[in-house]
């Protein structure tokens, strides 16, 4: 059963700083790693989605990587804005015939002006 | 290019009540997945639909059930409504076949039961 951790739970940054979130999963035999953002009360937007035979993913100022033999991934934000500021989820599948994703509780970040 | 929508925005029932939630799945996609959010915790899988059938199922009692349509569009019903169903359920749809199981999110219905 796969499980993921997300490390912090929040985080408060001043605008300008680049940082780290971390995302940790116990199955190794994971399929895909998807990043997403979250609004308060709203749905999930997809930023990055990193596959197995991977090992990163960018987008703009995000990056996102993937150690499948740590169990780990990271999304990097650099020169972080206020408007950064969301709940950022880590999901993951195990293997190629799991269709469910299974979620961290996700980091929530704020991006002091 | 129509993302998902999901219908209602909100709800307010009362224990023991049924509810339906409505999905449309983005432009082209094939494949409908429901997901309970509860206030401050990540999605919980509550089950998948293709060929308006459910192919995969996650932890969830069978008051929680779904059905698809020719359409791809989707419902989630859930029976007898709890206190502890209370939560922003989230439809997210992808393409078949689609190596990557990409799934897109719609912005959510907000269920209050009280």
């Known amino acids: 059963k796969q499980e993921v951790t997300q490390i912090p739970a929040a985080l408060s940054v001043p605008e300008g700083e680049n940082l780290v979130l971390n995302c940790s999963f116990t199955?190794?035999?994971?399929?895909?790693l998807q990043w997403f953002r979250q609004d308060p009360g709203k749905g999930l937007t997809s930023l990055l989605l990193?596959?197995?035979?991977?090992r990163e993913q960018t987008s703009g100022r995000l990056n996102a990587s993937l150690d499948k033999s740590s169990g780990r991934s990271t999304l990097y934000i650099a020169a972080s804005q206020p408007g950064d500021s969301a709940t950022y989820l880590c999901a993951g599948n195990s293997g190629a015939g799991s269709y469910q994703l299974t979620f961290g509780k996700g980091t929530k970040l704020s991006v002091i002006p | 290019d129509a993302g998902v929508t999901q219908s209602p925005t909100h709800l307010i029932k009362t224990r023991g009540q049924q509810v339906t939630l409505r999905c449309s799945p983005k432009?082209?996609?094939?494949?409908v997945s429901w997901y309970q959010q509860a206030l401050g915790q990540g999605p919980q899988f509550i089950f998948q639909?293709?060929?308006?059938?459910?192919?995969q199922r996650g932890n969830f009692p069978d008051r929680f059930s779904g059905h698809q349509f020719p359409n791809y569009s989707s419902e989630l019903n859930v029976n007898a409504l709890l206190l502890g169903d209370s939560a922003l359920y989230l439809c997210?749809?992808?393409?078949?076949?689609?190596?990557?199981?990409?799934?897109?999110f719609g912005p959510g219905t907000r269920l209050t039961v009280t």
């Open positions: 990193i596959q197995s035979s991977q």
């Open positions: 639909y293709y060929e308006e059938e459910e192919r």
């Open positions: 432009s082209g996609h094939d494949t």
């Open positions: 199955d190794s035999a994971i399929y895909n």
């Open positions: 997210a749809s992808s393409l078949e076949g689609q190596a990557l199981y990409e799934q897109y």
